[in-house]
């Protein structure tokens, strides 16, 4: 079974501030994907990302795919409050239509005013 | 913005009996998924389904537990005989094609709670 490690695991920043939240695998996915999960809600899809090195820009959000499809990393610019919430990377196992996404723990994070 | 819908949001059952949660995915959407997420820890793959008949399970996914789409919308998870260890937040999923691109919708969940 692949597994995802996500670092860190908590991150506290001030408002303004920039950061990188990183996933990392020995293995190799078809495509990976970021949700945001605010508590007790579902997961809710940011991105995906599918070939190596391809790099995609959602406002003050950017995320890159590893060259290799191992690790992806999410790079969020001047963080706001309205960012604070639980990021999670999932790559998907096998790629098709099976959904086997491999979920990783997540990284809290909080944005301070 | 199209939504995957579940009900009940919240559900307490007793150890051994059966529990049927809903889902009503987005309604161009052809492919379904269960996944739960234990308080505290990852969200996990349960079940993925497609043309009426599973695609791919998990180790989670034994005898327990069944999937159907009895309707032309509705999608449902039924787990025969719960454990205490079946709480979770159960999230069903839904994608219009293949997933892997396109990324999937995901509902609000249902918390089940065993007692």
């Known amino acids: 079974t692949q597994l995802l490690e996500q670092s860190p695991q908590f991150l506290s920043i001030q408002e303004g501030e920039n950061l990188t939240v990183y996933c990392n695998s020995s293995?190799?996915?078809?495509?990976l994907q970021w949700y945001r999960q605010e508590p007790g809600e579902g997961p809710v899809l940011l991105v995906t990302?599918?070939?190596?090195?391809e790099v995609k820009k959602l406002k003050r959000l950017t995320f890159q795919f590893g060259d290799a499809r191992k690790d992806s990393s999410l790079h969020i610019t001047a963080a706001q409050p309205g960012d604070t919430g639980l990021y999670l990377c999932a790559g998907d196992e096998y790629g098709g239509s099976q959904g086997n996404l491999i979920f990783g723990k997540g990284t809290k994070l909080s944005v301070k005013p | 913005e199209p939504e995957v819908t579940q009900t009940p949001s919240h559900q307490v059952t007793q150890m051994g009996q059966e529990v049927i949660l809903r889902c009503v995915p987005i309604?161009?959407?052809?492919?379904f998924y269960w996944y739960r997420q234990i308080l505290g820890q990852k969200v996990e793959f349960l079940v993925s389904?497609?043309?009426?008949?599973?695609?791919?399970k998990s180790e989670i996914f034994d005898d327990q537990f069944s999937v159907e789409r009895p309707d032309g919308s509705n999608f449902t998870l039924k787990i025969r005989s719960t454990k205490l260890e079946d709480s979770a937040m159960y999230f069903c999923?839904?994608?219009?094609?293949?997933?892997?691109?396109?990324?999937?919708?995901f509902g609000s969940g249902t918390r089940l709670t065993v007692v």
């Open positions: 293995s190799v996915f078809s495509s």
């Open positions: 999923a839904s994608s219009v094609t293949d997933g892997t691109v396109t990324g999937y919708t």
């Open positions: 389904f497609y043309n009426n008949e599973i695609s791919e």
């Open positions: 990302v599918v070939t190596g090195g």
């Open positions: 309604s161009n959407h052809l492919y």
